[in-house]
């Protein structure tokens, strides 16, 4: 490897996340790849390639640049635009040919007003972000979005907050208020399409999956429950590899790093990765994280800084500079998943892959096949 760091990103397994979720759906239901945020910081291109390949129907992403960037890479599948629009964010995802989401009735005058669109209205059914919380209110905003010139009642939706807790019953809540809310709607409106699930509730019950799922997380090979993707037959996409760039000798008390956090308690051999916090490795993972060089797992010592990592290779064989290190990945019989880091942070997988920064450069492959 001759850069300091790099996301390998298995656009294959991508491919099979989606054609194994495929199967899990209900007959009829379709499959939309979210891939806001880059991707789930995958890369939104490759992914949303990949996604469409292994039978994905729609993409769905949060903003309207999300959109215009994909429509820019000649992406023709329907792009579902979910976030919250500015007026002139509105007139971005128009433009892209995205369609919106709205709850309220000047939304979607200013839909007609910028010529026309696709419109998705959003009942809240207990999520508390977007939406309308009232039925009535949902039902009437689509019948403008109906009745509106140029406009297109594309579908209805609501989104879960507790999907992802297997045994807290508020997705039934959830659903329950959606169902009564949706049966109505769409016997007035039979092609309206009707979505509801993330990952989560794709997993855990076709109830939810309705005409389409709105899948994020697994496509990715994430767990969205947090354990380990292998428990649901999803692959992890992402590698995260960087390399020994110095291995130097720690005499007893001589220290490492930032703050001298780590003092060798006895003679050791540190070496030093240059992947660091400016390249989303977090700095809370000082001291708390494993690497994986010469195919064992080594302890992170010492502070994360801006552009390295220390590790303790004392008990390793020969490790030399140049060695490739794996901070998310496999490397012989061990694997480090994004879902142990995510544990030792506090945090969810989803935030893992969100956090690395632009200047790891991602690179593509196909079961290991170099993408042309
Ligand atoms: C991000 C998002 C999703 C995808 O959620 P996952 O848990 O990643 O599957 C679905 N719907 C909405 C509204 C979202 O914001």
Redesign the pocket.
Known sequence: MNVRALALINVAAIQRNVERLRRELKPGAGLCA?V?ADG?GHGGRACARAALAGGATWL?V?SAQEARRLREHAVQAPILV??ALSPDELEIALAARGDVVAWDERFVEAVAALGGGSVHVKLDTGMGR?GTRDPAQATRVAKVAAAAPGVRLAGA?T?FAT??ERDDPFLYEQLARFEDWVTPLREAHPRMVVHA????A?LRDAATHFDLV??????YG?D?FGEDPAEHDLEPALELHTRVAAVKAVAVGESVGYGRRFVAPAPTRVATLPIGYGDGVRRALSDNADVLVGGERRALVGTVSMDNVTVDVRAAGAVAVGDDAVLIGRQGAERILAEELARRLGTIN?EITCALLARVPREYHRDGEPLP
């Not at 699930?197 to 989560?200: H, K, L, V």
């Open positions: 979210v806001k789930y769905a949060a979910m976030g977007l939706m989104h999907a992802d699930a993330n990952s989560a794709t709105r899948t994020g997380v697994a496509i994430l969205p989803y």
